[in-house]
């Protein structure tokens, strides 16, 4: 899993750019929040009452009518701030929170001072409104039902009136009930900060981009770079034709007489080039050497004659050379006589991002005891 990861670090760097991007653009688009606190006057002792008198506080902030009155002092449309609105009151206290957000941090802090002071208007007409009626209900009491005798009827007047005046100090009282007890001042960004947010999605996008590479499996990558093939194959040896001069040194050293180059799908010519810069090489050690191009043998029985057991065993009576360098296509039937030998040196020639990993494996596999080396070709 490691090695299809490291192998494609294009995708990672994909995701990490991708997700640095994104994480930064949604978190700097979830704006500011301001907040501005209301305190709740004579509420009582009473945890139930209290409780009621606070979670109704609370639902009068989002009510239709102060999101109306905020919205027309702020000039924007109730629909607009209705939904940037929330309250919340504070368990155990006397204290309910107004929060607004915006993507802009002035008017964030403007619009929840708005919807508070609106909040506290609407409690002082709603008193307003009680003392109008009650002042009316007494009105009519003492318009009604008058007394024929006047002790009695200026005693139940005086008792209207008592009962007036309890009533009013009751209903006043609820004037101060609620109050802009901590306007909001300054706005804090609303969720991560750019920064955050930027981290956070560089960290998901290299993650997703990981997974991904794990998903897709290293099977079917298409060969790159020595240090992917390292990564992905660390036990095979890889070199590139630069390197035919080490090839040439370990071919002769081996002992064995035959080199198979061996050309995968779409690197022929490179494979033949090789092999010629190899063969001349070798000749610098003092050896003869004759290059074969299987592909070049007019009928299959010329091919499977020239790469049988006993010719390559017996290099010098049946080619005249002292060493046999043999250039065969992986797709060819006749490399058959090649796989699974251990009297031969193998040279897999692969070309980068455009040989299909699958097709060295198997080559790799098919020739692992002849000590098979890439040659990784351009």
Not at 172 to 200: E, I, K, Y
Not at 282 to 296: F, N, P, W, Y
Request: proline letters at 3%.
């Amino acid at each position: 899993m490691v090695a299809a990861v490291l192998a494609r670090p294009l995708w990672l760097l994909l995701g990490a750019s991708l997700g640095l991007l994104l994480g930064a653009l949604l978190a700097g688009n979830a704006g500011f929040n301001a907040t501005s606190t209301l305190q709740l006057g004579n509420i009582g002792q009473d945890s139930a009452r209290a409780k009621q008198v606070a979670q109704t506080a609370q639902r009068v902030v989002t009510s239709a009518t102060v999101i109306e009155a905020a919205a027309a002092a702020s000039r924007v449309s109730a629909g607009d701030l209705g939904s940037r609105v929330s309250a919340r009151w504070e368990p155990d206290t006397d204290l309910v929170t107004v929060l607004v957000t915006d993507r802009s941090p002035k008017v964030a802090v403007a619009q929840a001072n708005a919807v508070a002071l609106a909040t506290v208007n609407f409690n002082r007409a709603n008193v307003q409104n009680r003392l109008s009626r009650l002042r009316k209900d007494v009105d009519r009491l003492l318009s009604d039902d008058r007394l024929t005798n006047d002790a009695a009827e200026a005693a139940r007047r005086a008792q209207i009136g008592s009962a007036l005046a309890t009533r009013q100090d009751a209903v006043s009282a609820d004037t101060d009930g609620v109050f802009v007890a901590d306007p909001a001042q300054v706005a804090t960004p609303a969720g991560l900060g750019w920064q955050s947010g930027g981290l956070a999605g560089l960290l998901a996008g290299v993650l997703l981009a990981a997974l991904a590479a794990i998903v897709a499996g290293a099977r079917r990558l298409r060969v790159g770079s020595r240090r992917e093939l390292r990564a992905l194959l660390p036990e095979v040896a890889v070199a590139s034709p630069a390197d035919a001069g080490q090839v040439a040194g370990s071919f002769v050293e081996s002992g064995v007489p035959c080199l198979a180059v061996v050309s995968l799908p779409g690197s022929r010519e490179q494979a033949a080039t090789f092999a010629t810069d190899v063969a001349q090489l070798v000749k610098g050690h003092g050896l003869t050497v004759t290059v074969l191009d299987v592909a070049s043998l007019a009928t299959r029985e010329a091919r499977f004659s020239a790469l049988c057991h006993d010719a390559r065993n017996n290099v010098p009576d049946v080619y005249g050379t002292e060493t046999l360098i043999v250039v065969v296509e992986s797709v060819d039937e006749a490399i058959g006589m090649l796989v699974g030998q251990s009297n031969l040196r193998a040279a897999l020639v692969v070309r980068a991002r455009q040989s299909q990993l699958r097709s060295l494996v198997q080559a790799l596999s098919a020739f692992n005891r002849a000590d098979p080396l890439v040659i990784l070709a351009r």
